[in-house]
Each structure stands twice: as structure tokens, then as C-alpha cells.
């Protein structure tokens, strides 16, 4: 592998761990000044849904990991192409909140500079997510 496929590489594997612990500050280093960040929107979810700086960003996965404790996030596959990389992957999490399981699967979508996350681009199930966050909410 190049350097900037090692370079995805080992981001996304600190990415997931940092994520999987908690660490939604370790998440928040692992990203440069003046980021480009896009995530799909989930309705009445506890996070920004816009993140523009550092502070928004800790704020996203703060909000996150308050409304649901995760239990495991399974990587399913990366493919890295020079300095970009889309990892596939499944979150499995309690949700505090009802008691709930709520297990979806995720693309992200990031693109690396210097060691650092520079874009960030995250699809996940967004009506899985609405639902476990308001059960009972008239989602389809």
C-alpha cells in the first residue's frame, strides 16, 4: 500500500475505536481545520444537524452516545482509493431511553490529509435511528 492508503487505513481504524469507546473527543482530534462534514439528517436526534467546527463536531457524537450505548460496531469492508476511503460497517447499540436494540448498517465516506479527517461524509439509516429514538412516533 502507498502512504495515503496507510494513512485512510489507520484513521479509520482510530475512527472506529474512538467511536465504539466513546471518545467522542479523540473522535473530534482525528479531524484538521476547516473540515467538510455532511451526515444524513435524522429527525428529532439529540446532535447538530449541521457540523461546522471542532465544537459541533464533539457536540454530534456527544449527542449520539447519549441516546445510545453502543455495544459494537462491525467493519464489513474498506476500500481505500489514494487518500479516500469508504468503509461499510453495522452499529449495534442499546438505546437507553426504551430498552431497545437498535442495529443498523453504515457507509462512511472520508477523505484524509496530513494524518487528519479533512471530509467526512456519513449514511446511515436514518428511519431505524427516528424510530428508536421515538417508538412511538408515526414513522412508516
Known amino acids: 500500500m502507498t502512504r495515503g492508503r496507510d494513512d485512510v487505513a489507520a484513521v479509520v481504524e482510530k ?3 474512538r467511536w465504539a469507546a466513546g471518545d467522542a473527543s479523540g473522535v473530534a482530534r482525528l479531524f484538521c481545520r476547516g473540515f467538510r462534514w455532511w451526515a444524513a439528517r435524522v429527525p428529532g436526534a439529540p446532535w447538530p444537524a449541521q457540523v461546522r467546527n471542532h ?3 464533539e457536540s454530534f457524537f456527544l449527542g449520539y452516545l447519549s441516546a445510545f450505548d453502543l455495544t459494537r460496531i462491525t467493519t464489513r469492508g474498506l476500500v481505500v482509493e ?3 476511503g469508504v468503509l461499510l460497517g ?3 447499540a442499546r438505546v437507553p431511553r426504551t430498552g ?3 442495529v443498523y448498517d453504515f457507509a462512511l465516506w472520508i477523505g484524509v490529509r ?3 479527517i479533512c471530509e467526512f461524509r456519513f ?3 436514518t428511519l431505524a435511528i427516528a424510530r428508536a429514538l421515538d417508538p412511538q412516533s408515526r414513522l412508516p
Open 82 to 84: 489514494h487518500a479516500s
Open 114 to 116: 496530513d494524518g487528519l
Open 100 to 102: 431497545g436494540e437498535l
Open 90 to 92: 453495522r452499529v449495534h
Open 15 to 17: 475512527l472506529v475505536a
Open 123 to 125: 449514511f446511515h439509516d
Open 55 to 57: 465544537r459541533e463536531l
